[in-house]
């Protein structure tokens, strides 16, 4: 599949808070701490950007590190015990701090909650989306059963539909009866 696909057009809000990492280990002496499971657009994390650390609202002051691994120095953390007291925090930005998404792309936290089906017939719900090195998988929970593991690769899902919040997968492609 490569891309995340979703429908263009999307109900939700603008203003809805998205996941983008957790704090992770303190960094330095000075407050700065690493960035646990960053988004695949670093540039949410630019000096000068808001974001909510738990239920508190801080302002980025600087970046260092890469994409993959970034170090975040926040105003408000002013030191290494300050740093690992927010430390396991999730971290969130609105929904507006990625910009527009491309025709066909869609934020993987919206896929939680969506329903997963093999044309007509029901599979599960999306538990969760697991962000492993060859492909994004989604964690689909079924009842009565153990849960399904589906790569996000076009093989494996035939389409994805964000406003009637559907993903239609290929059962057999997955080796389920």
Not at 49 to 54: E, F, K, Y
Request: with cysteine; hydrophobic share 40%; proline share 7%.
């Amino acid at each position: 599949m490569g891309r995340r696909k979703e429908s263009a057009s999307s109900s939700r809000s603008s203003t809805e808070l998205v996941r983008v990492g957790r704090v992770g280990r303190p960094h330095g002496t000075r407050g700065a701490f690493t960035v646990s499971d960053p988004p695949d657009r670093p540039e949410v994390f630019v000096p000068g950007r808001r974001l909510l650390v738990g239920d508190r609202a801080f302002e980025v002051r600087d970046v260092q590190g890469t994409a993959a691994h970034p170090i975040l120095t926040v105003a408000g953390v002013a030191d290494r015990q300050a740093a690992d007291g927010i430390r396991g925090e999730i971290i969130s930005v609105p929904r507006d701090a990625f910009g527009g998404l491309e025709e066909g792309e869609f934020m993987v936290a919206e896929l939680v909650g969506c329903e997963v089906v093999d044309g007509n017939r029901p599979i599960g719900r999306v538990r969760d989306v697991l962000l492993l090195p060859s492909a994004d998988v989604l964690e689909v929970d079924r009842p009565g059963a153990e849960d399904l593991l589906v790569p996000l690769v076009g093989d494996a899902v035939r389409s994805v539909d964000m406003e009637a919040r559907r993903i239609d997968v290929d059962a057999e492609f997955l080796g389920e009866p």
